[in-house]
């Protein structure tokens, strides 16, 4: 989701792999991210050696990207590539506090009015581009009016349509005036800029086709890394920028982000040696990794969740004819679903059960407020049974004279998926449903599915890339494709109302009780299946070496590339 769909749970989310979610990432209490490290440590010598510079990290993925235009950008590879050649204008520390890194291009921390509407921002001044042309106050307010036009299609577009206006006080000040407090907008700031000076006079829906993210030749950047090749579904090569405007360098020479067919494939490079570093290994191989004493295994509960998400544009299916419109049926697709079996078997006890898009044990999960839907195939038959549907002599069920069949799309390679995909097939046909199962390329299915809502069902998942549990993005009414990340095309006009309640207060306390209030709402109603919380472990060999500040952060979106600036290879 990275989709997301890597800026969601929402301001920005992020297919993780997808998926992507950008906005929704509540900060977990406990365990503490300075807890919540690694099953197995990283090497204590690799934090005392004296850095080096030089030399080519490889990365191993098994997803292409699809654009590093930050306007754009909602899967986790896309993401990944972007972290090491576009700077942020915030970034977020371990315990997840937005700060002003030496890497940032914020001078720094915003300033902030009495009544939370008004931020002021200040930008480093010796910070450019790429082609020598500095990064200014215009870039800031080019990518938030970009963002925030409907017209443009942006999937972040809830993370800035609450700002009413932008001041350029000078060449390197802003100044956003918001129309309302708006609580999570603190991690808006956690802002890629897309260059002004290229798009500008790009009209506004001409911007999705310009090739400045995915041409190398035409994209500038800002980051440690210029961009120098992509070899679509082979590799992406960036290489040390020799003009970069920041006081910290990076030690690393190159990276190379490999791209694989799968998952297996990509293990078996890094067991080889053929890559330095991968972020998802699948539990599977897990055990193949550990053993090897020369890498080293970082895993934990990760801020992500995987979902089945039901799609509910009637222009999907044939004759027009949803599946998925009662609810009744759909709590019982929740209770024919072996979940805490897919916890169990496939996550090896790695991942922790969810019934809302709120991640356990942050401030704003709402517990017992939410339903939970036990494994019940009899409970299932009877809500289908209320909801209208009858048996067919095949054996599936029939509603209206049309058969309850569907297409469950994931994307292909994704190991993890396969599986699950396999076992909620099963599941489904024990009640009646039948599914078809479909992998799919993993950037293909971003733009021409996810990003348009073109499916009938997703097995998918939110990478949250911030700390706040907003998810108006995901699940509001306001924000259908292009212009949001609710790809479903759900509708709830209560929900709709309390994530604007929701964010429209800053005291916590009183923001824990409307999300109790959304877990109740969104657990009965269920646009998702909300299935579980769950860990990517990551593999790193031998070469790879960071001190003890800068080792990778598994409670954070991308936290295994965390301050990658320091890393050096040997």
């Known amino acids: 989701m990275s989709l997301l769909l890597i800026m969601v749970l929402i301001g920005t989310l992020l297919s993780a792999c997808g998926g992507s979610n950008t906005a929704t990432n509540p900060p977990k209490e406990e365990p503490t991210p300075s807890e919540n490290t690694s099953q197995t440590e990283p090497a204590k010598e690799n934090t005392t050696k004296t850095p080096k510079d030089g030399g080519t990290l ?3 993925t098994f997803s292409d990207i699809v654009t590093v235009n930050p306007v754009f950008q909602s899967d986790t590879s896309s993401g990944d590539v972007s972290k090491l050649i576009l700077a942020q204008l915030y970034n977020l520390d371990r315990e997840a506090n937005v700060v002003a890194e030496p890497w940032s291009l914020a001078a720094e921390p915003p300033q ?10 200040k930008l480093k001044p010796e910070a450019k581009w790429t082609d020598g042309t500095p990064v200014t106050a215009d870039d800031i307010i080019f990518t938030i009016n970009a963002t925030r036009n409907p017209e443009v299609g942006s999937p972040g577009i ?23 407090v708006y609580a999570p907008f603190i991690y808006s700031l956690i802002l890629t800029l897309a260059p002004s000076h290229i798009l500008k006079d790009v009209p506004p829906k001409e911007l999705k086709q310009h090739a400045y993210g995915t041409d190398p030749a035409k994209t500038v950047t800002n980051g440690p890394w210029k961009w120098s090749e992509w070899k679509q579904k082979q590799h992406i090569s960036v290489d040390a920028d020799p003009n970069y405007w920041g006081a910290k360098k ?36 897990l055990a193949a990794v550990e053993k090897r004493d020369n890498l080293r295994v970082v895993l934990a509960p990760g801020p992500s969740y995987e979902y089945l998400g039901f799609n509910f544009d009637p222009k999907n299916f044939p004759d027009n004819f949803s599946p998925f419109e009662g609810q009744k049926t759909r709590q019982a697709i929740a209770h024919a679903l072996n979940r805490l079996g897919m916890v169990d078997n496939v996550l090896k006890g790695t991942g922790k059960l969810m019934n809302a898009p709120f991640l356990p044990g942050s401030w704003a999960d709402p517990g017992e407020a939410a339903v939970n839907y036990n494994y019940d195939a009899e409970k299932a038959k ?37 599986q699950i995909s396999s076992i909620v097939q099963q599941n489904l046909k024990d009640v009646g449903i039948e599914v078809k199962t479909k992998g799919i390329d993993f950037a293909a299915w971003v733009d021409q599915h996810l990003n348009t809502g073109k499916y009938q069902a997703i097995l998918m998942a939110w990478s949250l890339t911030d700390p706040d549990p907003n998810g108006e993005s995901t699940f509001s009414s306001k924000y259908y494709p292009p212009a949001g990340q609710n790809s479903g095309w759900y509708k709830n006009e209560k929900l709709d109302e309390l994530w604007v309640k929701g964010y429209s207060v800053v005291e916590q306390s009183e923001r824990k009780k409307i999300y109790e209030e959304v877990g109740k709402e969104i657990s009965t109603d269920l646009p998702y299946i909300f299935m579980y919380q769950y860990g990517t472990p990551q593999g790193i060999g031998p070469r790879v070496n960071f001190a003890e500040e800068d080792k990778p952060e598994p409670s954070l979106a991308y936290g295994y590339m965390y301050r990658m600036i320091n890393w050096w290879v040997e």
């Open 58 to 60: 490889t990365m191993g």
């Open 112 to 121: 902030i009015s009495e009544d939370g509407k008004t931020y002021t921002v």
């Open 158 to 180: 809830s993370a800035y349509d609450k700002v009413d206006s932008i001041e350029k006080v000078d060449e390197h000040t802003a100044k956003i005036q918001l129309k309302q």
């Open 250 to 285: 990076p030690h690393i020479a190159k990276v190379i982000y490999k791209i694989y067919a799968d998952q297996n494939t990509e293990v078996q490079a890094l067991i080889k040696g053929d890559v330095d570093t991968v972020s998802a290994i699948p539990v599977t191989q």
């Open 382 to 418: 009877q809500l289908l049974a209320e909801d209208g549907w009858t048996l067919g002599t095949d054996g599936i069920l029939t509603k209206d004279g049309k058969r309850f069949s569907f297409e469950l799309q994931y994307n292909a390679g994704n190991s993890r998926r396969e």
